[in-house]
């Protein structure tokens, strides 16, 4: 069975089992909600032991960061989900409230045989390069100095990029922005881009970028770290903000988000990209969730704020098992007074 066909059916298997789990309850209690495919690893394994203990079941779309916030402001799911948070004005306007669930990490992902998972090395410029197209062969000299004594093939390279609007798209431009002037002043950040390098092809979420990259030889692209745990994939050392080369894993997303200051901003919908730290993993994220403050229907809104309580306290174990960071207690403790209390009940 070939790499890419092991994550679709596990990830089809999650999906009709909590879809079908709505039939079997009583239908007002099962929750509803869609967006970012970046924490849906982690959001189905919630959604599997909350089902087991308290009989509600989630039906989770993972559609995309972009997807979830139309869905939410059509109102015809309970919560959104996203990776590129909505700014203040955006959330006073549309009437909600933002905060985040979980942490993780974005990892540039490689199709590249002969080389083990963070045995080849990159820093950001280097690989803004590569996403822009200015890079284009492994054997290229920019690589092959920061990979001595490495035989890097004669291979053509192809970006594997999302084809959806996506706020995993959204935090690896702002990255890339971060570290490559060249790619703030062509391309920019955003949820979706116009990607530069003409060998390049797009893939349908988190999962689509996975298969790709597992398909075609040579590829380069980016994904949340349980889609490389889930398919076994190979990645790049990056080097960080303070000139380290680090491997993703929850101790660097961890070492990232240390020191962010999530009421600094509206929304709590800060950036950790490119962080300071020894230890931190340069592309670490959080994902955001999206409320109502005045939601049509309270009784679904408050099964939402059930389920992320029982999560943030209950659910940390599993959060680690799939390389997610959990959110400490001292700030799912702020988030329950600062933030769900403005949702009317």
């Known amino acids: 069975m070939k790499p890419e066909r092991i994550f679709f059916k596990t990830v089809a298997v999650i999906a009709v089992t909590l879809a079908s789990s709505a039939v079997g309850t009583a239908l007002a209690a099962d929750i509803t909600g869609a967006g970012a495919t970046f924490p849906f690893p982690m959001y189905a394994k919630w959604a599997e032991a909350y089902k087991k203990e308290t009989g509600i079941g989630l039906n989770y779309q993972s559609i995309g960061s972009s997807g979830g916030i139309r869905q939410i402001r059509a109102k015809t799911v309970a919560f959104g989900a996203t990776d590129a948070p909505l700014s203040g004005a955006d959330l006073e306007k549309d009437g909600m409230v933002q905060f985040p669930a979980i942490i993780g990490g974005t990892v ?40 001595p004594g490495k035989a890097l093939p004669d291979q053509g390279i192809t970006v594997v990029h999302r084809a959806d609007g996506s ?28 990607w530069p390098a003409a060998s390049s092809v797009g893939g349908k979420g ?46 660097t997303f961890a070492s990232a988000a240390a020191s962010a200051d999530w009421f600094s901003v509206p929304g709590m919908g800060i950036s950790m990209v490119n962080a300071k730290g020894a230890d931190s993993w340069p592309v670490s994220t959080a994902s955001f969730i999206l409320m109502y403050k005045d939601p049509a229907d309270k009784a679904q809104s408050a099964e939402v704020l059930k389920f992320f309580e029982w999560a943030f306290k209950n659910g940390k174990g599993m959060a680690a098992e799939l390389d997610y960071v959990p959110l400490p207690d001292r700030l799912t403790a702020e988030i329950g007074a600062k933030v769900w209390s403005q949702i009317k009940k």
């Open 108 to 147: 540039p992902v490689i199709n590249l045989e002969g080389f083990k998972p963070g045995e080849l090395r990159v820093t950001g410029p280097v690989l803004a390069e590569v996403f822009l197209g200015k890079i284009s062969k492994w054997n290229d000299a920019k690589l092959a100095a920061l990979n």
């Open 167 to 194: 706020g995993t798209t959204f935090n690896w431009t702002d990255y890339l922005t971060s570290v490559s002037k060249e790619w703030a002043d062509q391309v920019g950040k955003g949820a979706a881009v116009k």
């Open 206 to 251: 988190n999962e689509g970028v996975a298969a790709n990259v597992t398909r075609v030889k040579g590829a380069v692209g980016y994904v949340e770290y349980a889609y490389v745990k889930k398919n076994n994939m190979n990645y790049l050392q990056l080097q960080n903000a303070d000139g380290k080369y680090v491997n993703p894993d929850d101790k």
